[in-house]
């Protein structure tokens, strides 16, 4: 009997996270994997039991690529810049990015599931790094944490809706076009928040 053939949990992800750069998650599947490890299925399902594996894993791999370029994007300035690398990602990363944000297909234990969400408001809050952001927006800002949710989910609308335009090719934006939209966005719903009793 010919010996069985053995190939590390690492390459296989690896592979698979490259199809999905390339074609996107859809393309992943045992004999494309296998394919670009010169392997039968076999392998692929000795270590990941069913596909459904084998993709949770790519979604939490693709979840540390994403947020490795995030915490780059601390360390060099604040939210602006932070906004700036999600875009970015969107546009560097398409397929990784739809799989990831425009996709209800699949799911890590850190990410809301269409079926538990609520109101944009109430989800601002209760992800991995939302402590992190909130506590930015206040410092840069001066709001309380509570008007500080009110702007992180206008400014998350607004960067997930320019890069959302981005993967889908509708349209191109240069880094200095990003920060002045975001900037332009959060000065005016900053002032607002801060004069609201004026237009209640």
């Known amino acids: 009997m010919a010996p069985k053939i053995k190939v590390p949990y690492e390459d296989i ?24 490890l010169n392997c039968s299925v076999q392998p692929i ?12 894993a790519v979604l939490k791999r693709a979840n540390e690529i994403y947020e490795g370029v995030m915490e780059e994007s601390l360390m060099r300035g604040g939210f602006s810049e ?10 560097n990363e398409k397929n990784m990015f739809k ?11 850190n990410t809301t599931t269409a079926s538990t969400q609520g109101s944009a408001t109430e989800i601002m809050g209760t992800t991995a790094g939302d402590d992190i952001v ?17 702007l992180y989910t206008g400014l998350w609308f ?42 209640v």
């Open 13 to 36: 992800v690896t592979e698979a996270i490259q199809i999905v750069r390339e074609k996107g998650i859809e393309a992943v599947n045992a004999r494309s994997v296998a394919a670009r």
């Open 45 to 56: 399902f000795r270590t990941f039991g069913t596909m459904e594996e084998l993709k949770i």
């Open 82 to 91: 932070m906004g700036l690398a999600y875009v970015n990602f969107a546009k």
């Open 99 to 109: 799989m990831m944000f425009m996709s209800n297909s699949l799911f890590v234990s």
């Open 134 to 150: 909130l506590s930015m927006l206040c410092d840069e800002t001066g709001l309380d944490v509570s008007k500080a949710k009110e």
């Open 158 to 199: 607004l960067l997930h809706g320019m890069a959302s335009l981005i993967v889908c090719n509708s349209c191109t934006l240069s880094d200095d076009e990003i920060k002045r939209i975001l900037k332009n966005t959060c000065d005016g719903l900053v002032y607002l928040l801060n004069n609201e009793q004026k237009y």
